[in-house]
């Protein structure tokens, strides 16, 4: 059984910082991209950053400069830190594996069940 568990999450003031963690657990034999999302209530959840396997990373324009995705291909975990929070930061923050394989199944996307950030003074 594959899950996404993600970590890290709590409030802060604007300006500070937070690192989200994201393990995938059960028999996983690798992931292709490993991102990112957020969601605020009645919006849809848009793609905060991503990265490939080789380590190449996409970001949000919003974020740029003070967020950092990163990822440890042999523990199955990615990584946000987010610096500079800023109110606008506020949401659940979802982890999602695309390509995920579980041998001998096809790749599949999983998603984690989210984590809250609020900035807030």
């Known amino acids: 059984q594959v899950q996404l568990v993600e970590s890290g999450g709590g409030s802060v003031q604007p300006g500070g910082s937070l690192r989200l963690s994201c393990a995938a657990t059960?028999?996983?034999?690798?992931?292709?991209?490993m991102a990112w999302y957020r969601q605020t209530p009645g919006a849809q959840r848009e793609l905060v950053a991503s990265?490939?396997?080789?380590?190449?990373?996409t970001y949000h324009d919003s974020v740029k400069g003070r967020f950092t995705i990163s990822r440890d291909n042999a523990k199955k975990m990615v990584f946000l830190q987010m610096n500079n929070l800023k109110p606008e930061d506020t949401a659940v923050y979802f982890c999602?594996?695309?390509?995920?394989?579980?041998?001998?199944?096809?790749?599949?996307?999983?998603w984690g069940k989210g984590t809250l950030v609020t900035v807030s003074s």
């Open positions: 059960g028999n996983v034999f690798g992931v292709n991209v």
């Open positions: 999602k594996a695309e390509g995920l394989v579980v041998i001998p199944l096809e790749p599949m996307d999983y």
């Open positions: 990265v490939t396997r080789a380590g190449s990373a």
